[in-house]
T-cell receptor
Framework: DTTVKQNPRYKLARVGKPVNLICSQTMNHDTMYWYQKKPNQAPKLLLFYYDKILNREADTFEKFQSSRPNNSFCSLYIGSAGLEYSAMYLC??????????FGAGTRLSVL | GNSVTQMQGQVTLSEEEFLFINCTYSTTGYPTLFWYVQYPGEGPQLLLKVTTANNKGSSRGFEATYDKGTTSFHLQKASVQESDSAVYYCVLGDLGGNYKYVFGAGTRLKVIA
């Protein structure tokens, strides 16, 4: 089974409210990633976990939080959503040094 | 840092035509190069990868050569089908260093029957 699951598929949020997105994988992969995808732009890496170690990109450091309570599960947390957070959020996992496996994504709309 | 450039935002072809999608990259390391394909309603999935410079990868009739001299990894297919309609991403993986994968902007392929 090479499935990465993301919930929910669609999320509507109000400006200023928190948002929590969820990702799970059953492949025992040591690394899990979150990407943000906006129309006509490349998927942008936000952060990733290698085992229990969180690595956040410098330009999004303040905007996104994450947790990984066990090997299979990873969340992406936005403390206060702004209009600029409207995007597709893609979760992926891999065994380090190998192929990325993606979920179908969560489309976040902030109003 | 690492970067990937795909200049073609959209390509429209008729069935059985030749496909060429341009991809160039910039890196100071020894990356693995990938092509991912994304169909509507799904996440990106691996199409092919090449780990060693000057080698070629192929899958489902698609092929790409990791050309270190020209820093290119162009995707080709001799004869496209309507079912190939999708978005194609060129991806650079810094897998011996910081475990990051850098994506190109993607090329939307539309194949008309």
């Amino acid at each position: 089974d090479t499935t990465v699951k993301q919930n929910p598929r669609y999320k509507l949020a109000r400006v200023g409210k928190p948002v929590n997105l969820i990702c799970s994988q059953t492949m025992n992969h040591d690394t899990m990633y979150w990407y943000q995808k906006k129309p006509n732009q490349a998927p942008k890496l936000l952060l990733f976990y290698y085992d229990k170690i969180l690595n956040r990109e410098a330009d999004t450091f303040e905007k996104f939080q994450s947790s990984r309570p066990n090997n299979s599960f990873c969340s992406l947390y936005i403390g206060s959503a702004g209009l600029e957070y409207s995007a597709m959020y893609l979760c992926a996992s891999s065994r380090v040094g190998n192929t990325l496996y993606f979920g179908a994504g969560t489309r976040l709309s902030v109003l | 840092g690492n970067s990937v450039t795909q200049m073609q935002g959209q390509v429209t072809l008729s069935e059985e035509e030749f496909l060429f999608i341009n991809c160039t990259y910039s890196t100071t390391g020894y990356p693995t190069l990938f092509w991912y394909v994304q169909y509507p309603g799904e996440g990106p999935q691996l199409l092919l990868k090449v780990t060693t410079a000057n080698n070629k990868g192929s899958s489902r009739g698609f092929e790409a050569t990791y050309d270190k001299g020209t820093t290119s990894f162009h995707l080709q297919k001799a004869s496209v089908q309507e079912s190939d309609s999708a978005v194609y991403y060129c991806v650079l993986g810094d897998l011996g260093g910081n475990y990051k994968y850098v994506f190109g902007a993607g090329t939307r392929l539309k194949v008309i029957a």
